[in-house]
């Protein structure tokens, strides 16, 4: 997916009041400011209270679910290739949410988790750079996480 389909999908979420935060690979590169690898897909963090509606809207645009998850993670396919990766959040008061995650484990977006960067140089939410980095501890990193991380500690 390049960087035009995501920010077209972004305007499309946003027509309908769809709260969504670019996350993955993208988000690496909305908080560097830059498209810095191809990506397979867009992985999002979604508002869990608007996942039915995001996916009714996804169905009117072409998109099939090929992993169903739910309620941990939903993937979306396109008839061109596209692929959409759900992670939906339940959202706390406090602006802190948490993320279903297999076996029981949950994923914590901390308050100041969420932020706003840059894809083909408009704005767009994504994860903070602390977010990312906190998603990218805990597990033994595969080469490009480790290229991932020190673009963010870059920042």
Known sequence: ????????????????????WV??????????????RPHADL??????????????LLGRLGFVTTVDWL??????????GRKV???????????????????????????????TGLIEGRPVPCLSVAQQLRF???YPPREIDHDDVALLRGR
């Open 85 to 115: 990766d759900l992670h939906p959040v339940t959202f706390r008061p406090d602006g802190s949410g948490v993320q279903s995650g297999l076996d029981g484990v949950s994923f914590g977006y901390a308050a100041d988790g969420f932020a």
């Open 1 to 20: 997916m390049d960087g035009g389909q995501v920010t077209a999908l972004l305007d499309e979420f946003a027509a309908y009041g769809l709260r969504v």
């Open 136 to 138: 990218r501890e805990g």
């Open 43 to 56: 992985d999002l963090a979604i508002d869990a209270d608007q996942q039915a509606e995001l996916l009714a």
């Open 71 to 80: 309620p941990v993670r939903a993937e979306l396919t396109a008839p061109d």
């Open 23 to 36: 996350a993955g690979g993208w988000a690496v590169d909305a908080v560097v400011g830059r498209q810095t």
